[in-house]
């Protein structure tokens, strides 16, 4: 009892990190090749960087950033109960590359810099790594993975602004 308990005011802490702190990754990764991810944060900045997007495209980003946070409190919650396979399908279906996808085929990725799309790219690797490492039902291997996920969003959020 007092494992979980503990193991939740862990998650707990994690989770508003993010949410206070914003979201931000930066990775210089090829697309085409898998490699382990260096999660670098860059300073925050007073001067975010605004996406210059028409209201309907900024509001479906909103969209994708409330599921984001969403599914990240879904995923706590479960790894909370040791529920392991709602934590997997949460994070390879609201996190990965299939969410991904999605998003491109709502959005135009080309009102996007290069920049955002390697943050975004970076964010879907860490939460494919995430899902792969939830398989191993081992928290001191998941929660390592969670918090890169949650750098990843930090790290985007560091340089864009909604």
Same mark, same amino acid.
């Given at each position: 009892m007092f494992v979980q308990t503990m193991i939740r005011w862990f998650l707990f802490v994690i989770v508003c990190?993010?949410?206070?702190?914003?979201? %931000?990754?930066? %990775?210089?990764?090829?697309?085409?090749?898998?490699?382990?991810?260096?999660?670098v944060n860059p300073e925050p900045s007073d001067a975010l960087v605004t996406l210059g997007l028409d209201s309907d495209a900024q509001e479906a980003l909103n969209i994708v950033m409330r599921a984001h946070l969403e599914a990240v409190s879904q995923i706590v919650a479960a790894l909370g109960k040791e529920d392991f396979q709602l934590a997997h399908d949460v994070t390879e279906d609201q996190l990965g590359f299939a969410k991904h996808r999605e998003a491109m085929r709502r959005q135009m990725p080309r009102n996007f810099p290069p920049e955002y799309h390697d943050l975004a790219m970076a964010h879907h690797h860490a939460a494919e790594d995430l899902s792969k490492e939830i398989s %191993?039902?081992?928290?001191?291997?998941?929660?390592? +993975?969670? +918090?890169?996920?949650?750098? +990843?969003?930090?790290?985007c959020h560091r340089v864009y602004k909604r």
């Open positions: 990190s993010v949410v206070i702190m914003g979201c %931000s990754v930066h %990775s210089s990764h090829d697309h085409n090749s898998r490699s382990q991810h260096d999660v %191993s039902k081992e928290l001191p291997r998941i929660l390592p +993975a969670l +918090a890169r996920t949650l750098q +990843a969003c930090v790290a």
